[in-house]
């Protein structure tokens, strides 16, 4: 048997209910708040992703499915948007006059990590960001709209964890402090960490290793190293946060293994998850445009993993599978199969999701199937109904049952729920 490549999944029917759900969801609360869609290529020249998310990130060194083409183009299968994003804009002139530009995404995404619960090789991502503005106000806009997408989606409890990395200054006078308070460690800290003290030494503070955590503990915090300007600029984001009790968690330790940030990043976290109980992450990022060769163009977002998401909704509602349809018809006898067809063709032009039987099932086969697509009601063709021109209408979650005439079929509305 040929089977998918490890860290895949393919998203089977009985599950397609719950990611139409939550596409639904992101459409509704991205229009909420003035957002568009943007879709770009799931792949892009490899510089892209090199020259934004960094040399030294866990991405660019060993996560991405880089190729080169039959054209000798490296080319690298997207494993984020932000990079993607700004190159689209730079490309097609989005923001290009200073102009506020609130854009969304949801799409596949690549990484070549040790597959392991919530964390695959092909994963999904929901992320909207903010252009143009350099004000605190667009960082606690993006965060509203995460947490109101995620409280629609029924999720209530998890953690919002946030820090500021200030600006290019106060993350100069950080990163030293950091090397003379690490390097009194060195023999002590994991081999990563080492390489980390000369390339990115405050990606040390989110090290797994126990020693280096340890070690970590007592190490300076960044919120100390912020000048007035960076301080001022995340005292704004969490007095808006406040203000619409959007609950936070100051995490000094927080970096993000990712280099484009500044200023404010943020994770949410869920304990429904285990281990990778980080289901979503952003951050501003105002040098990337330039990084990238656009104009200095400032920005702030995040995304949120797909799968992780629906994962945590799992949790919540393990018995509360949606129905697949509204009406099942049964038919009593092989004879009325035609009258199934019409009935279900009335229906449908009503707006209603029917499905009726193909298979010339017997009854009992037929109110199986009816149960496996979690029909609300079943429209049952019997003889002795069928004589007085009559069927019966069952509502399957009551167990109630009506004989009606056919003529009320066209005013169904009138009967259902
Ligand atoms: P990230 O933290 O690398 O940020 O990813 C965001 C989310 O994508 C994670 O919190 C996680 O839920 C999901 N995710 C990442 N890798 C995997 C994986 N291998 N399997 C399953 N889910 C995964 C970014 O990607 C930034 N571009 C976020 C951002 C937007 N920053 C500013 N704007």
Redesign the pocket.
Known sequence: MIRSPRGTNDILPNEINKWHNLEEAIRRITSRFGYAEIRTPIFESTEVFSRSIGDTSDIVNKEMYTFMDRGENSITLRP???AALVRACIQNSIANRGELERLWYYGPFF?Y?RPQK????Q?H?F?A?CLSSPNPESDAEVILLAHSLITDLGIVDYTLNINSLGNSISRDVYRDNLVNYFSKYESDLSEDSVRRLASNPLRILDSKDLKDIEIANDAPQIIDSLDKESRSHFDRVLNILESISVKYNISSKLV???DYYSHTVF?FQSNALGSQD??????R?DGLFEQLGGKFTPA??????V??LLLIIDTLNKNNQDSLIDFYIITGEEEYITKAFEISNLLRNQGYKVVSDIQRKSFKSQMKDANKYNANYVIILAEREMNDNMFTLKNMHSGEQQQLSFDTIDNIADYVK
């Open positions: 984020e948007m932000t990484r990590e919530g964390r695959f090789r994963f991502q992320g960001e993000r293994g990712l994770e980080s289901f979503g992450g952003g951050g990022y702030v977002g995040f995304a949120l993993g799968e992780r």
